[in-house]
């Protein structure tokens, strides 16, 4: 079974470009999520999508962050303008269902990391 | 507000003994509760869970307890081996909405 995927793995941008990371979940996985994990911190969560609604973006900074999910499979995670504070590994997972002997266990990527100078 | 908590930063445990890493929780909605380990450079990867219903759970060398009265939880592994170095995540997450939040990690060193 293919694990979650996620590109770029890395990108150095300037401050105030911008910058969009790509991750495509384990197939028929419903709940797809983004996190932000800056260095020395746990994985903060930026948005929640259920198939393609989103169900929680309430740490999402709109101001400067968009999201996407446009056909429930694969999405989308855009910064612009980006600040050096978004410095950081953007962490792609997705979740099965929920059914007799499910573990709970969220699916991640490998991550994007983001350095902005 | 930090609903999960891992208090100690960093660990080190001699190679062939007990390691304990602990977590602490403020919400009480809380009905799952997971372990995740992370490489440099990896996304982070599973290695146990346990639900509310329960208080222990074991798979091989890794044991996680919960102590609901105490919104407490530690994962336990048995010897410790080098490999194990790395950083520990508890999450927690709410079965209705299916969000999980993290702690802010323990980094474990094992010796040889």
């Known amino acids: 079974e293919a694990g979650v995927a996620q590109s770029p793995r890395y990108k150095i941008i300037e401050k105030r470009q911008s910058v969009a990371f790509w991750c495509n979940p384990i197939s028929g996985h419903a709940t797809l999520y983004w996190y932000q994990q800056i260095l020395g911190q746990g994985p903060k969560l930026l948005i929640q999508f259920q198939n393609n609604g989103v169900v929680d973006d309430s740490q999402l900074p709109k101001d400067r962050f968009s999201a996407e999910r446009l056909k429930g499979v694969d999405s989308t995670l855009k910064i612009q303008p980006a600040k050096l504070e978004d410095s950081a590994v953007y962490l792609c997972?997705?979740?099965?269902?929920?059914?007799?002997?499910?573990?709970?266990?969220?699916?991640f990527g490998e991550g994007s990391r983001l350095t902005v100078l | 507000d930090q609903q999960v908590k891992q208090n100690s930063p960093s660990l080190s445990v001699q190679e062939g003994r007990i390691s304990i890493l602990n977590c602490d929780y403020t919400?009480?909605?809380?009905?799952?509760f997971l372990w995740y380990k992370k490489y440099p450079a990896e996304g982070p990867t599973f290695l146990i869970s346990?639900?509310?219903?329960?208080d222990k759970n074991e798979d091989g060398r890794f044991t996680v307890f919960l102590n609901k009265s105490a919104k407490h939880l530690s994962l336990h592994i048995v010897p410790s081996q080098p490999g194990d170095s790395a950083v520990y995540f508890c999450?927690?997450?709410?079965?209705?909405?299916?969000?999980?939040?993290f702690g802010t990690g323990t980094r474990l060193k094992v010796l040889a």
């Open positions: 919400n009480s909605m809380f009905d799952y």
């Open positions: 346990i639900s509310s219903i329960k």
């Open positions: 999450a927690a997450s709410y079965s209705g909405t299916y969000k999980y939040i």
């Open positions: 997972a997705s979740r099965a269902v929920a059914e007799v002997g499910w573990t709970g266990e969220l699916f």
